[in-house]
Structures are given as structure tokens and as C-alpha cells.
């Protein structure tokens, strides 16, 4: 087994995927020869020639559309948005018409699509490239929202996407392409959608979160334990739609929970994970479910963005509120 | 309406027959002689000088930021160096009530249009004093969001219209920007309400990695105004005197009420995209860079101003040395800004006359007392 970084997975998901399904095309801005600004499409161009792997003129709408026209045509599309923070550029077709195509014509076509996308903070980006713009899509029926937050979840979420048979928005956390490795394996394998991850087994009090925010939220459960406090962590995995009976019978057992998310409190889908406890197990709670989230602001300007995201230390202290009601 | 008679051209011959016209308009050509002596637009002494100043300046503020830049204290930087003549020569056309729309790269012209050199480098800096733009400098912080600016420009020349005023919208985005819905928007609204607009186009020859054919089927990005009845023009982008005079033209007509233009310029961007890791050796040949470094337009403009007895060593050096000194006085302002707060983003969201929401104003709270600290 390899030590790949979550870049490298994506990459190796990609490659296993145009080998399995010749109806599978990668197509974006700078992803062919250049192999995509981040290198998610390095040497894939070369491995699988220009008729699977392209560039594209410089449209985020125009891409969308293309992969709407390319479902039709049979095809199993794989664009890239360069930054997430382009997609408003693209909505009509996310939203507009993919999310509906199936609904539209009465389940007579479908879209094959899966959205591949850099997005979140933390790499001092310029303005607008980095936003958690997730929660956008997510509340959009129709869409299928996956964010991985490790190289080995990356491969087997990414191939579980482009197989699925509706459009999905594969999320990359920019922060975590290059910021650690671990093994995975270079056989395919797929990890089921909407279900969320056990990261760590515990008692008293449930931290569900996604994206570069489990690492963080990991780091909050090993200071809680130094304190005693028993911390399971939840990975969504996919946002949309959500594992409820993972979550809820987390939080059935521990009768606390701490919702995690690196959008403002205004965005996000930690709004909806609360809702949904509230709603399914308001009588296992022993506190209120609290949420750590970044202020309601426009995604900063590179100078603040450290002091404004969320960190582990927010959500120690977000926990010991919940742990201490 | 074609006459009775007159053979009538098919859609290809058509295509042909339009393609055919853009022929890349230059005066100067890359050994500094005027090769089109009508069209040579007879700048005083003064202006030629002046004009040859700010791209030797400009230059120099390039090569500091990459440097700045490498020494991790300038942060986001798009280089400008091969695109001097496109950009201050654009610029040298316009009057100073002339409201400019920049993208990312475009700093240069609205630093000549006023904004401070302090300011610039905030921006770079992601702080957004960079982009609180003083009020007598009629400019909008440079656009992330590529081919946004085209039809927001649009929108400022409309203004101008309704206001009667006798000034113009000019806005600049790349050959991948032309690719972008928003390009035909703005290029047609302007059109459709004859506004005095005027749309540049920097064809620097690729967009990040992406070669200009791959953009478009299009012989030229300029004929693309023709589809939206705009006068439009190919201009060589590494001649000073061919993109002042497109400029000065297509303003004129703007504030005669005859409408927008679009000009394409034909240039090159010697350096990477960004100093962001972009490594042109992927997708560029040393072969085609030197070719067009062959044209450079500060190597034009000083052998034809040398000729004229305008322009010497001393002369040059006296700009180097001026743009060096006003960088490093500009780098300590920016340093002595105070550091960004979150606060202080919070207090920008909305109107500061009406109650912060709820949740910011808790936000507010929290994060001043963590600030405090
Ligand atoms: C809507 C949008 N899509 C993509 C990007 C990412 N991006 C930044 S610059 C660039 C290439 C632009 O090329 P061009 O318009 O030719 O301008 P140049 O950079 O060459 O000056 C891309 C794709 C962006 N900033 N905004
Ligand atoms: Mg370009």
C-alpha cells in the first residue's frame, strides 16, 4: 500500500474510474496539460488522451452546461470548478438543471454528473476562492454534497460519486490536500454515500463534524480526554443527505452533542444536523446542542482568515459548555 | 441588404470576409520606427516622456513584488511585466473622471489613476485597506470573479449616460475572460444601450495554462464585438502609440454618445500566472517566450525616444531609483497598518447607521473580548 496525500487519492480515484467506465470525461479549466492547479489531473491527460481529459474555455456556466449536454449524450461527466468559490458562476446549471433533470422528465434521463471542487480556508487564498459554500448546495433537492477529510476516504467517496447515478458535488478541502499522508490502497474500493465515519469511540458527548474541521475536532476530543471527558467524533462524510442513524444513535448514547462546521453560523449545514437531533432524540439530550462555526461575516481577507476560522480550541471550549450544562 | 445582383456571400465566405479585416493595427513597430505615420498620434515631448516614465516605473514595481513576493512579504501577486504598453498606454487615454473596472492584474492602471502604492500592496497583502478606494479616484477594487467587471462596467457607463456626464467606463479582463458569459453580456448591454463604455482585452496568449486556441474558434478575440455591433479593433499590445490611439479613439466616440467599443490587445505576460506556484514551463516554450520578448514594448519606446534626443541612460535610471525609493517608502506604510481584526470585518458588513444583526452583534462581542487579549 501506498502513503498517499489526499491530492494523490483524488488523483489515483480519477484514473481508476476513466480505466473502468469509457463514458467517464474530466474536463475543466487547466486540468488537461496542466493537470489542474491544484495537479488533482496530473498526467492524466497523458495516461488517457484528449478526448477523455480537456480543458475547457473559461465558463463555469459553460461547464455546467456541458456536462448537462454530455449526460445526455450517455456520457458520465467529471468537471472540475477550479474554486469553489466560482460556483455561483455555475448555479443555474447545478441547481437549475441537474439537480431536476431527472425530476424534470419524469425519470426518463438522469445526470451522471459529479462536481469536483477545491474549496474552504485556511491557504491564504485571494479573495472569493475560499468560501464553504457548501450549505448552497446542500439545501438544493436533487444534490448529492460529499466531503472527504482524509486521502483513504477521498479514493473510495470519489469512485462511489462518478458511479452514482445522480449528480453529486465532491468537496475538497483545500487545506487537507497536502497536509498529511496514510495509506490507501491502489486496488479500487468505494465507501458507501451518505454514510458518516466513527472517528473515535466515546461516552459523554458526540463532536459531529466534516471537511478540515474532524482533524480539528480530533484534536478537541484528545484535550477533553486529558480532562476526562469521553469524546466520540463523527464524520459526516457526505452532507447531504445525512447518516441520521449514525448521528442519532451517537447521540442517544451519549446524550450530548457539538455540531462542527467551518462556515459561518449563517451557512453551513450544522443548522440542519441540530435540527435533526432535536427533532429525533430531544429525549436522550442532557444539554442543549451547541454549534462552533466562523462569524457571520463575508469569508475574510487573507490577513484574518487564521484568527477567524473555527479551531480545536473553539470547540474545546463550545464542549465543556455542552459537557458542563 | 445586399443589391439585387451583388453575389451574395455564404456563411463561410462571410466568416472569411470578417476575419480577414483584423488585421493587427500598430504604429510602432519592434525595432522603435513609426510604420504608419497617419495614425501616429503626435504626443507632445512631455507626453511621450511621461508615458515612457510609467512603464519603466511599472516595470520596476513588477520585479519588486516578484522579489517581495519571494521574500513571503507581499503575498497574492498576478506579474505584469510584457503587458506595460496594453495596460498604461490604455491608460494614458484617459481623464481622470474616467471610472475604471480593473481584474486582478490590472493594478498598474489604477495606480496611475491615483490609488496609493501602500494600497496596492495591502491588497497583495489580503488587507482590505487595499480596497478602500479614496474617494476622488473614480476605480473598483481590482475583480477576482473573471468577466464580472465586463458587465458591471456596463452598468457604471449607463450611469454616466443617465447622469449626462461627458466620462467613460473602461474595463480590462484576459483572452480566458472573453470565454465568460459575462463578457457577451457586457459587451451587448453596452451596445444595446450605445453606453460609453470601453472594453479591453489583454490577450496575453493563454489564461493560467490554457492556450488562447483553446479559448475560442475565433480568428480574433476583437470580432467578437462585431456579433454585438460594437466598432472593435485588434491592436499590437506591446505598442504604446497603437493602444493609446485605439483608447483615445474609442473614447472619443464614447463621449460623442456613438457607444462602446472593444479592443483587443495582443500581448504577453513574461512571467507566471501568479506567484502562487504557477510554472509556465508546463505549458510555454522558452522558444516563444524570448520571441516575444523580442517585442517588448519598453525596448521599442526608448530606441524611438532615444532617437528623438527624449530619452538616455540617466534619464531611465532617475525612474529606476524614484520607483525603488517610493516602493520602499510604500512597503513601510503598509507595514505600520495596523493588522486586520475580525472586528473590524464585522463593522464593514452592513450599513454602520443601522443595528448589527443578532448574530453578529453576539459575534462582535465575543471577538472583541478575544481581541482584547
Ligand atoms: C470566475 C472565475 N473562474 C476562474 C478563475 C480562476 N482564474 C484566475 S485567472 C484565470 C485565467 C485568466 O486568464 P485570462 O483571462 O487570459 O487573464 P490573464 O490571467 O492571462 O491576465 C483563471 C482561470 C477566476 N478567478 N474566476
Ligand atoms: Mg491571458
Known sequence: MAQLTMIQAITDALRTELKNDENVLVFGEDVGNNGGVFRATEGLQKEFGEDRVFDTPLAESGIGGLAVGLSLEGFRPVPEIQFFGFVYEV????????????????????????????????????????????????????????????????????????????????????????????????????????KAAVKREGTDLTIIAYGAMVQESMKAAEELEKENYSVEVIDLRTVQPLDIPTIIASVEKTGRAVVV????????????????????????????????????????????????????????????????? | MAAKNAKQLGPVETLQAIEEKFEMFQILNEEGEIVNKDADPNLTDEELVELMRRMVYTRILDQRSISLNRQGRLGFYAPTAGQEASQLASHFALEKEDFILPGYRDVPQIIWHGLPLAQAFLFSRGHFAGNQIPENVKVFPPQIIIGAQFIQAAGVALGMQKRGKKTVAVTYTGDGGS????????????????????????????????????????????????????????????????????????????????????????????????????????????????????????????????????????????????????????????????????????????????????????????????ESK
Request: proline residues 7%.
Open chain 1, 91 to 194: 448555479m443555474d446549471s447545478i441547481s437549475g438543471q441537474l439537480a431536476r433533470m431527472r425530476f424534470r422528465s419524469g425519470g426518463v434521463y438522469n445526470a451522471p454528473v459529479t462536481i469536483r471542487s477545491p474549496f474552504g480556508g485556511g491557504v491564504h487564498t485571494p479573495e472569493m476562492h475560499a468560501d464553504s459554500l457548501e450549505g448552497l448546495v446542500a439545501s438544493q433537492p436533487g444534490l448529492k454534497v460529499v466531503i472527504p477529510s482524509s486521502p483513504y476516504d477521498a479514493k473510495g467517496l470519489l469512485i462511489s460519486a462518478i458511479r452514482d447515478n445522480d449528480p453529486v458535488i465532491f468537496l475538497e478541502h483545500m487545506k487537507l490536500y497536502r497536509s498529511f499522508r496514510e495509506e490507501v490502497p491502489e486496488e479500487e474500493y468505494t465507501i458507501p454515500l451518505g
Open chain 2, 179 to 370: 470565454s465568460q458569459g459575462d463578457f457577451y453580456e457586457g459587451i451587448n448591454f453596452a451596445g444595446a444601450f450605445r453606453s460609453p463604455a470601453i472594453f479591453i482585452v489583454q490577450n496575453n496568449q493563454y489564461a493560467i495554462s490554457t492556450p488562447r486556441e483553446l479559448q475560442t474558434a475565433a480568428k480574433t478575440i476583437a470580432q467578437k464585438g462585431i456579433a454585438a455591433g460594437l466598432p472593435s479593433i485588434l491592436v499590437d499590445g506591446m505598442d504604446p502609440l497603437a493602444v493609446y490611439v485605439a483608447t483615445r479613439d474609442a473614447r472619443e466616440r464614447a463621449v460623442n454618445g456613438e457607444g462602446p467599443t472593444l479592443i483587443e490587445t495582443l500581448c504577453y505576460r513574461y512571467g507566471p500566472h501568479t506567484m502562487a506556484g504557477d510554472d509556465p514551463t508546463r505549458y510555454r516554450t522558452s522558444e516563444t517566450d524570448s520571441e516575444w520578448e523580442k517585442k517588448d514594448p519598453l525596448v521599442r519606446f526608448r530606441t524611438y525616444l532615444e532617437a528623438k534626443g527624449l530619452w538616455n541612460e540617466e534619464k531611465e535610471n532617475e525612474v529606476i531609483e524614484q520607483a525603488k525609493e517610493e516602493i520602499k517608502e510604500a512597503i513601510k506604510i503598509a507595514d505600520a497598518t495596523p493588522k486586520q481584526k475580525v472586528t473590524d470585518l464585522m463593522e464593514i458588513m452592513y450599513d454602520p447607521n443601522t443595528e448589527m444583526p443578532y448574530n453578529l452583534k453576539e459575534q462582535y462581542e465575543l471577538y472583541k473580548e478575544k
Open chain 1, 261 to 325: 462546521q467551518e462556515a459561518q453560523k449563517q451557512a453551513g449545514v450544522a443548522a440542519n444536523v441540530v435540527a435533526e437531533i432535536n427533532e429525533r432524540a430531544i429525549l436522550s439530550l442532557e444539554a442543549p446542542v451547541l454549534r462552533v462555526f466562523a462569524p457571520d461575516t463575508v469569508f475574510p481577507f487573507s490577513q484574518a482568515e487564521t484568527v477567524w476560522l473555527p479551531n480545536s480550541k473553539d470547540i474545546v471550549a463550545t464542549a465543556k459548555k455542552v459537557l458542563t450544562f
